[in-house]
């Protein structure tokens, strides 16, 4: 019993002292937390009258509209996807997706990585292919049709297939996946050749996706402050584009950045050409685009 009980007291007094450590290195901290979501905007304030820091953000990502004589024929922008061999990702659920246009479309079980075909493309409707719908051959919204998939034991062993529509979107990107009937799939994929084109589906379908982002602000142990935004990891990360945003000190004392990092969803680190820095903050420069970020921090002088 002794011994159990000197034991005990070890690991007590170990934590303890560890916690001592954490405590000493930061003399002071405010936090909060944000509900970042798709098509919101706001800000969010940390610190006191002295010192604070406040993140903005814009994830509205309003299509852009593009001068019609710039279009282009729908389907000679699908073959550049075609031709390039692109590809694009979403997790959803215990799956993931992967649409390659003009080749592809495959759903992959995350916990064994059992791949199960949707579909091998079949070709444009206009081309002979239709998906049972009203609208004839050769009538817009342009859909890739993909058939001869793995084969469905749940829908009479009859092999999967997919119709692929298109929309605007900031990026290229999964956001849609529907199975109106067992084993027969509507897929939508956004990309920025699609916004304001007559030739695609004439809207802008985004789902409304939720992070949960830390706003912390410390002050270190060498007096400087450091203020951070950041994704929790509790989330699937890259869901939420912001199309603007900025991380500033505030309040009436004259702190000013010293340093900043930026990173993407896939912690790639933005530099110069995306970030514009102040005395106070930084922010979106005039070159950022849209983007998945995860990370953004300032820390003082």
Not at 38 to 53: E, I, P, Y
Not at 249 to 259: K, P
Request: proline fraction near 3%.
């Amino acid at each position: 019993v002794r011994l159990e009980m000197t034991t005990m007291w070890s690991i007590l007094l170990y934590r303890l002292s560890i916690l001592t450590i954490v405590v000493h290195n930061v003399v002071g901290q405010h936090s909060n937390i944000l509900e970042l979501t798709t098509l919101s905007s706001g800000s969010v304030r940390v610190g006191d009258g002295r010192v604070g820091c406040t993140f903005t953000y814009d994830a509205k990502n309003e299509p852009v509209e593009k001068p019609k004589e710039t279009l282009r024929e729908g389907r000679d922008i699908l073959m550049e996807y075609h031709n390039a061999k692109r590809c694009t990702h979403k997790q959803k659920e215990l799956w993931e997706y992967t649409v390659c246009p003009g080749s592809e479309i495959v759903q992959t079980i995350t916990e064994n990585k059992q791949p199960i075909s949707l579909g091998t493309y079949r070709g444009f409707n206009g081309e002979g292919y239709r998906d049972g719908g009203d609208q004839g051959v050769g009538e817009v919204p342009i859909r890739e049709f993909y058939s001869q998939g793995t084969v469905c034991e749940a829908a009479s062993n009859l092999p999967r297939a997919s119709v692929l529509f298109f929309v605007c979107s900031h990026e290229f990107q999964i956001l849609n996946i529907e199975e109106p009937r067992t084993c027969q799939y509507r897929i939508t994929v956004g990309i920025p050749e699609a916004c304001d084109h007559p030739q695609f589906r004439n809207e802008m379908v985004v789902q409304v996706e939720v992070e949960t982002w830390f706003i912390e602000l410390t002050q270190l142990d060498d007096g400087r402050y450091q203020c951070q935004a950041y994704n929790n990891g509790m989330d699937k990360m890259g869901m939420v584009q912001l199309a603007d945003w900025s991380l500033k000190f505030d309040g009436t004392a004259n702190t000013q950045v010293d340093s900043y990092t930026v990173k993407h969803h896939n912690r790639e680190v933005l530099n110069g050409d995306y970030v514009a820095v102040e005395d106070r903050e930084i922010a979106a420069s005039t070159g950022y685009t849209p983007k998945t970020l995860e990370f953004l921090s300032i820390t003082s002088k």
